[in-house]
Every structure is written in C-alpha cells, then in structure tokens.
C-alpha cells in the first residue's frame, strides 16, 4: 500500500501543471450553468468528465519520461502499478461528480442573485441522477479507455478513445430509437427518474464495480504480459 500511495503522490505532482485547466474548467461550468434553466444538470457530468481526463494524462507523463521503467527498478511491481491508475482515475472522475453536485446548487444560488429575472430551481432528486448517470457514462468510457492505453499507448489510445466515443453514441441513439418505437417506451427525464427510484443508486454502483473490475483485469493482464 505504501509503495501505491508514492505512486498516487508521483501522478499528483505531475497533475499540478494543470491548474489553469482546472480554472478554465470552472470558467466553462459556472458558464453552463448560466445557459439557461435546465442546463445546472450538466455541470457534474461536465466536471467528472474532466478530471477523468486530466487523471488519464498521467499515462502520457509516464510515457514522455519513461517512468514506468524506472518504477520497476524500485521494489513496484506492475500490479501496483495498474491498481495505483485505477484508484487515480476513479477517484478523480468521483470527486468531479461530487464537487459538481455540491457547487451547482451554489453556482444556481449566485445566478440568482445576479439575474433575478432567470430563476434557477435546482431539483436535487433529478441532480443526483444526472449526476449518477453522468458518472456511469463517464465510468464506461474511462473503463475501456485504460486497457485500450495498456495496449496500444497513450497517443493510439486516445484516437481509440473518439473512435469508442463516437461508437458509444451511435449504439445508445440505437437502442433509444428501439426502445421508443417497437416498445412503445418514452425515454425521457421522467423515464429516467422512475429508473433509479425502481432500481436505486445500488445497482448503478454495482455495475460500476463490475465495469471497472473487469476493465482492472484486462489491463493488468495486457501490462504483465508486456516487457519492461
């Protein structure tokens, strides 16, 4: 555990360049937010989005400086090394979902105060939900994006990642389309909403776990079988 935690204070460090994307980030979410009435929900699929990114910069960073190599001299061994990005990544796209969820209300707050004739009324049940399914979105793109970066790196990995990206999108308008018209169900915010009130917040983190358990397995088993 301890030789985890180095490896977590190495990737932090090496995140710290990113303090103006951070702000930059803040600039685009308080703007979103701004956009209209509806428009809060997005503000934690918008942050969990971008700090799951910024997390997968690290293995750009370990690629430029070839740091993995030198890991391994140390007493690491490459499954620390994989557990260490996972609980990284994970960490950060859940503390942007989190910290998008406790700023929006405030952000709504201050909108208000500004633009007293655009009352923003922030509906915590359906911002927990889009919080959640903005997560587990997120969770399934950065779940197949890491074995994905272990296999071909980090530069193919992320052409692999708009490729994936745009694949998701086709097959979630696919089944949205089937669903509507041969089942005759509605998918809207109703809908949704229903969901997790029928299925609640322990199925969704469920297949979380399993998404990223799975995703843990191929990559380690693509970065052992690799040679140092």
């Known amino acids: 555990m301890k030789e985890i935690c180095g490896l977590i204070k190495k990737d932090i460090l090496n995140l710290s360049s990113y303090k103006i ?28 989005t971008m700090l799951g990114m910024i997390a997968l910069s690290t293995f750009s960073y370990d690629e430029l400086a070839k740091s993995n190599e030198y890991v391994l001299s140390l007493p690491v061994n490459k499954k620390e090394i994989v557990v260490e990005k996972y609980i990284l990544v994970i960490s950060m796209a859940l503390i942007g979902g989190i910290v998008g969820f406790i700023i929006t ?38 779940a197949i994006q890491i074995p994905s970066i272990y296999k071909w790196g980090a530069e193919k990995g992320r052409i692999q990642m708009f490729i994936l990206f745009f694949i998701i999108i086709l097959l979630t308008l696919g089944i949205a389309y089937l669903v509507t018209h041969n089942l005759g ?44």
């Open 185 to 228: 169900i509605e998918i809207n915010e109703e809908a949704i909403n229903i969901f997790f009130q029928k299925f609640g917040i322990v199925i969704v983190i469920c297949l979380l776990v399993l998404m990223y358990y799975i995703s843990y397995r191929i990559s380690y088993k693509i970065f052992k079988n690799k040679e140092n």
């Open 21 to 48: 994307s951070l702000l930059v980030m803040f600039v685009c979410v308080f703007a979103i937010g701004s956009a209209g009435e509806e428009m809060w929900r997005y503000i934690p699929i918008v942050m969990t």
């Open 105 to 142: 209300p405030i952000f709504a707050n201050i909108l208000n105060n500004i633009r007293a004739d655009n009352i923003i009324n922030v509906d915590y049940n359906s911002l927990l939900y889009s919080t959640l399914g903005g997560m587990f979105g997120i969770s399934l793109i950065l």
